[in-house]
T-cell receptor, first 115, second 111 residues
Framework: EDKVVQSPLSLVVHEGDTVTLNCSYE??????LLWYKQEKKAPTFLFML????IEKKSGRLSSILDKKELSSILNITATQTGDSAIYLC???????????????FGQGTTLQVKP | DGGITQSPKYLFRKEGQNVTLSCEQN?????MYWYRQDPGQGLRLIYY???????QKGDIAEGYSVSREKKESFPLTVTSAQKNPTAFYLC??????????FGPGTRLTVL
């Protein structure tokens, strides 16, 4: 059965700390791995990683895909209170030459950044 | 102003009632999706549609129904057959090879 596992499930840090969130997956026909940030409501898209794009960076956030280890990490440097959220990892799979769109989500990591 | 809208924001349902959640997008995306989120859990796929007039069941389709008569609209009906419908419902859309973008969600509570 395909699955995505995130760790840790929750994390409390202080402003200015650097955090690393983990996502591991066991899926058939892997196509891409996505990271989302969820505050009160809808998840907002952060990164999509594929075989042709295994490292992404945006400001203080960066992510790497390790296809050999079947995992990904999301790094946040110089954390701020506004980074407090649930971070979701999801995996998409190939169906033929296209993606299925049937994302499998991990359970999420809840990050709390204290002032 | 492009995006995905969902309505209502909050919805209360009595036992035995069917209710319909609205999802509209003006991003010209081909694919649309419905997810359910329960406390402390990730999102689970209910139904998805990659083209107008076609849709497929996701992992937890029992007790739900959908239609896709227009590209921009993908309503979800929660039927009385859904035994535990209290949850946060999220609609998403995407281009074929792109990431999914989410609407603001509808919180459904059964009274």
């Amino acid at each position: 059965e395909d699955k995505v596992v995130q760790s840790p499930l929750s994390l409390v840090v202080h402003e200015g700390d650097t955090v690393t969130l983990n996502c591991s997956y066991e899926v058939t026909n892997f196509r891409s791995l996505l990271w989302y940030k969820q505050e009160k409501k809808a998840p907002t898209f952060l990164f999509m990683l594929t075989s042709s794009g295994i490292e992404k960076k945006s400001g203080r956030l960066s992510s790497i895909l390790d296809k050999k280890e079947l995992s990904s990490i999301l790094n946040i440097t110089a954390t701020q209170t506004g980074d407090s959220a649930i971070y979701l990892c999801a995996v998409d799979r190939f169906h033929g030459s296209s993606n299925t769109g049937k994302l499998i989500f991990g359970q999420g990591t809840t990050l709390q950044v204290k002032p | 102003d492009g995006g995905i809208t969902q309505s209502p924001k909050y919805l209360f349902r009595k036992e035995g009632q069917n209710v319909t959640l609205s999802c509209e997008q003006n991003l010209n995306h081909d694919a649309m999706y419905w997810y359910r989120q329960d406390p402390g859990q990730g999102l689970r796929l209910i139904y998805y549609s990659q083209i107008v007039n076609d849709f497929q069941k996701g992992d937890i389709a029992e007790g739900y129904s959908v239609s896709r008569e227009k590209k921009e609209s993908f309503p979800l009906t929660v039927t009385s057959a859904q035994k535990n419908p209290t949850a946060f419902y999220l609609c998403a859309s995407s281009q074929r090879q792109g990431p999914q973008f989410f609407g603001p969600g509808t919180r459904l509570t059964v009274l």
